[in-house]
């Protein structure tokens, strides 16, 4: 037999308290009684030791009472042998009527699945010796009224073994069904707090797929304009000192609006502002900053637009903005000092088309492998508004930048970047 079926639940210093209580209180009502009623008959010394053995066997049925919640079956073993020895020397059940209800719901509530009904098993055979002892005189020849003592002594026996068998496993099905109920909550809750922190996880790499993409638009755009414009002004330096100064001008307010940006983005980030300083939140670029975004990008970039600009959200104006933005530092950077560049945005009823196409250094025949985080991020920005993208090498030379995203309200649109 395992050693969790035979020392199931433990028992706290508390529980031994009451055990023992209960056992002293049971032991009071039913064991001194017959202690004092044999002493008071001024018994002979035999007779005095044929008192003795039941008087102890007592004793150890109410005692085994003790253990009852820390180890239930060396309870119910201690209450069957004291009983056995009651059923041998004695005429009558001293404690027996108290301590077989209380070690058959000890069992039934503390013991699990099948093994607790070994106490059914030992009550219905002490309910039927029991009686046949104390009740029949001559069991070769019992008459027609032990008969009947013996039928309603047995019935209250077996009563007594399995109603507080009954009750106990019941005590016992409620405070398992009590444990399920409070463990599935438990896990319940720890699913919640796996499913928030993942949720919080994503939220985070959202926010820092986003924060670098900004950066990303913002810094290569301007450096590569004002890498452009430097390399410019230094070969027009001696030849035309007007066209240097010009391009220094271009420098210096491309390097101011890239600071001014970062600042915006880096403004969200910051918990609150420096002490003194208010944070710079700059309004986000609009699609009516495009021509001079273009114009400020180099003199061999063309712009032309079809239509008004039309009233959208500050996200679509935003992917719109980073789209030229983003097509036009790649032209920057790969297309060559002589390629030229045309960026054509039509403003339709239900979508925006932009169309940057260049003459530069790209083929067909040379594909690149791993696009860098430019393209990818254009990528992402137009699917994040539901709409398309066409990135790739021209049959007859150059590269072509080919977005198309829908319109949608400017008020409650969906896709809308919190800023």
């Known amino acids: 037999m395992k050693r969790d079926l035979l020392f199931p639940p433990g028992a706290t210093r508390h529980d031994w308290v009451l055990d023992a209580a209960l056992a002293a209180g049971l032991g009071l009502l039913t064991v ?19 008192a003795v053995v039941p008087l102890a066997s007592a004793l150890i049925m109410i005692g085994s009472l003790v253990l009852r919640r820390h180890s239930p079956f060396l309870a119910l073993a201690g209450v069957t042998f004291a009983g056995l020895v009651q059923l041998v020397v004695s005429d009558q059940p001293m404690a027996t009527l108290v301590a077989v209800p209380v070690v058959a ?3 039934a509530r503390w013991i699990p699945g099948q093994p607790a009904r070994i106490v059914l098993v030992v009550g219905a055979i002490g309910s039927l010796l029991g009686p046949i002892r ?58 919640m707090l796996l499913e ?24 290569a755009h301007s450096l590569s304009v004002m890498i452009v414009q430097a390399e410019g002004g230094k070969a027009m330096a001696a030849k035309k000192p007007e066209a240097a100064t010009q391009a220094l001008t271009t420098i210096a307010e491309t390097g101011r609006e890239a600071l001014s940006e970062m600042r915006r983005i880096l403004g969200v980030l910051r918990e609150g502002p420096e002490p003194g300083r208010q944070a710079d939140f700059a309004p986000a670029p609009r699609l009516t900053d495009i021509p001079d975004l273009v114009a400020r990008t180099s003199d061999r970039v063309q712009l032309a637009i079809h239509g008004q600009p039309p009233k959208v959200t500050p996200a679509l104006e935003l992917t719109v903005y980073r789209v030229v933005q983003e097509a036009l530092t790649n032209f920057l950077k790969h297309a060559g000092p002589q390629a030229t560049a045309m960026v054509t945005i039509t403003y339709g009823m239900r979508e925006i088309a932009i169309d940057v196409l260049d003459n530069g250094l790209a083929s067909p025949s040379v594909v690149p492998q791993n696009p860098g985080h430019g393209l990818r991020g254009m990528h992402e920005r137009v699917a994040s508004m539901g709409g398309r993208l066409l990135t790739r090498a021209r049959p007859s030379g150059g590269f072509q930048v080919t977005a198309v995203l829908p319109i949608r309200p400017a008020a409650g649109g969906q896709g809308e970047e919190v800023r």
Do not use: K
């Open 32 to 50: 001194s009684p017959y202690g004092v009623v044999t002493l008071n008959s001024g018994p002979t010394p035999t007779q005095l030791m044929h």
């Open 105 to 107: 719901y000890t069992v």
């Open 134 to 191: 104390w009740i029949i005189d001559d069991p070769s020849n019992p008459s027609l009224r032990q008969i009947i003592w013996l039928a309603l002594a047995w019935f209250v026996c077996t009563g007594l073994v399995i109603t507080p068998y009954a009750i106990g496993r019941r005590v016992r099905e409620s405070s398992e069904a009590h444990q399920d109920r409070v463990a599935v909550a438990e896990e319940r809750y720890r699913t």
């Open 196 to 219: 928030r922190d993942q949720e919080t996880r994503l939220a985070e790499s959202r926010a820092r797929t986003q924060i670098a993409r900004e950066l990303h638009d913002i810094v």
